[in-house]
């Protein structure tokens, strides 16, 4: 009697097909259209919004999007406000950047030459990240005067840490094995941070700066509102915008507020890469 | 205690005992013994090796002999001040190509460009790394890095070369071409070595002496000279008499262990 050999067919309906395997398609080319998606739903939500607003006779409060782009591009009244704001309040941030720079990497040099010296000041760098800055611009209007001078100082009390911290934390980061290569060869403590310590603290310097920059455009923009005198700049704008109660001025000032902190958050993203990239994943 | 390290070489008839520590004694101070009356001699033309167990303060011998510690009794002394000191990690610089990181030592020590650049070619070729010149650590192999560690080490032209577990990392395949490596360099640059592991084949193929230390606090139990002539046949891991030192040494290193 023959013996059936043949393979059992019940588990068939389980054995995995060729072909039938699905990728998950993660490449980075077909991304585009996602947040290009998404940018139309927001808008559509927009305008919805401001609909319902325009309904109840409130579209004081909610311009719709093309009222915006309109009293950004198309109004003169509007646009010679927001454009010339745009600069003032550019040269604010820059400037209080550039400082927080060299103050932020002069602390963090000092600080990484000792531990004792770390362990001294660096509390009191937490200290000023803490400062409510509201509470103390009456006393640096009174010291420096409520003008550009008063508004580059509030943009370096706020974008001074994250420099500091990061700086500090990049010069530390070389390892001890690296330090006593340097050591055997009895390299000066200005070669050891310049051949060693300031480039392997490149990558963090550049995130913390990234982040500074962030924050110096907040900082330029509500020290702008804040200091009443000098040139307005964003923060005057909106200030001024929204007392009239002009929506679409307002929300006008507000896009390009938000557009200049975009643009420099990926320019110095931008500039990380060029600066680190090469040897340096940032992922 | 007595220290005479880096005491330039005497122009006249060079000392033959490039490194001489006797009865070297070092305590940390969180009260941690490391070494313990250590005394060890490296001759020129010499190569010895300690293996010892992890911990044993091997390391801190290479450290005292370097400068980067002081012994706390005892005398060490080192009669050059050409040392080459390679770590347990390459410590390459990751933003710098292998030619300029193998440059930095001749760069630290304020040469001209020219002369470091002829200086790390040659040493460059000597790894046999010609060609990734250019290339930066990152896209490099384990074994390659460790070859730009050796190359850096090289352009100093060391009379006593000091290795700290160099090629722990590595796989066995790339840790023994790089011995082999490491054989030809010796013969050729005509360098003494002090090289630590806690590998017993890796420390009688590479050494002419071989030196056994105890457990913490770390002293020498036993030393092995190793009979096999100079260069040696890669094949000789495989022969007898080999198999029978590696089994004398590891033998003492569990009698020391215990």
Redesign the interface.
């Known amino acids: 009697m023959a013996i059936d050999t043949a393979p059992r067919t019940t588990t068939q309906g389980r054995s995995p097909v060729p072909g039938q395997v699905t990728v998950r398609r993660s490449s980075a080319k077909v991304i585009w259209w996602q947040p290009a998606l998404a940018f139309v739903a927001i808008i559509a939500v927009w305008y919805l919004i401001a609909g319902i607003f325009a309904l109840q006779g409130r579209s004081f409060l909610w311009p719709a999007p093309h009222e915006v782009l309109i009293a950004l591009v198309a109004e003169p009244t509007a646009a010679a406000t927001i454009w010339p704001a745009l600069l003032n309040s550019v040269l604010v941030a820059i400037t209080g950047l550039a400082i927080a720079v060299v103050i932020g990497v002069t602390i963090a040099v000092l600080m990484a030459q000792a531990r004792w010296i770390e362990r001294s000041f660096f509390p009191y760098a937490v200290v000023l990240q803490c400062v409510p800055i509201l509470a103390i611009t009456p006393l640096i209007g009174a010291i420096v005067g409520y003008n550009f001078a008063g508004k580059v100082v509030v943009t370096v009390i706020i974008s001074l840490f994250p420099i500091i911290a990061n700086t500090l934390f990049g010069l530390l980061s070389a390892?001890r094995?690296?330090r006593?290569?340097?050591?055997?060869?009895r390299?000066s403590r200005w070669?050891l941070l310049t051949?060693?310590q300031f480039?392997?603290a490149?990558p963090s310097f550049m995130l913390g700066l990234r982040t500074a920059a962030g924050l110096s455009v907040i900082g330029a923009v509500i020290g702008d509102q804040l200091m009443g005198q000098g040139s307005p700049g964003l923060g005057s704008a909106i200030s001024v915008f929204s007392s009239r109660i002009q929506a679409p001025e307002t929300w006008a000032s507000l896009l390009v507020a938000s557009a200049f902190g975009v643009a420099v958050f990926l320019l110095f993203g931008l500039l990380s890469r060029l600066a680190?990239g090469?040897?340096?994943?940032l992922g | 205690m007595t220290l005479t390290a880096h005491a330039p070489a005497s122009t006249g008839t060079p000392s033959p005992d490039l490194l001489d520590f006797s009865g070297v004694t070092m305590r940390f101070d969180t009260g941690t013994v490391a070494l313990e009356d250590v005394d060890l001699t490296v001759r020129r033309g010499e190569f010895v090796t300690v293996v010892g167990p992890s911990g044993c303060g091997k390391s801190t011998l290479l450290r005292i002999a370097?400068?980067?510690e002081t012994a706390t009794a005892g005398t060490a002394s080192v009669s050059t001040d050409r040392?080459g000191?390679v770590?347990?990690?390459a410590?390459l610089?990751?933003?710098r190509t292998v030619q300029r990181n193998v440059e930095?030592?001749a760069?630290?020590?304020g040469q001209s460009s020219q002369e470091r650049q002829g200086k790390a070619a040659a040493a460059i070729e000597l790894v046999g790394l010609t060609g990734f010149e250019s290339s930066?650590?990152?896209q490099l192999s384990g074994g390659m890095r460790m070859r730009t560690s050796l190359a850096r080490s090289l352009t100093l032209d060391p009379e006593l070369f000091l290795f700290d577990e160099p090629f722990g990392a590595l796989d066995e395949i790339t840790r023994e071409r790089l011995n082999d490596e490491l054989l030809r360099l010796f013969v050729e640059q005509q360098f003494a070595g002090l090289f630590i592991t806690h590998s017993v084949s890796e420390a009688v193929y590479l050494s002419t002496r071989v030196v056994v230390m105890s457990g913490r606090p770390g002293h020498i139990v036993k030393t092995f000279d190793v009979p096999f002539p100079m260069p040696r046949d890669p094949d000789i891991r495989y022969s007898a008499e080999f198999g029978e030192l590696v089994g004398e040494v590891s033998h003492a290193l569990r009698e020391g262990h215990r």
């Open positions: 390892d094995a690296q006593e290569l340097f050591q055997l060869q390299a070669t051949k060693l480039p392997a490149m680190v090469k040897w340096f994943d | 370097s400068g980067l040392i000191y770590f347990q990690d410590t610089l990751p933003w930095l030592l760069e630290l020590n930066l650590p990152k």
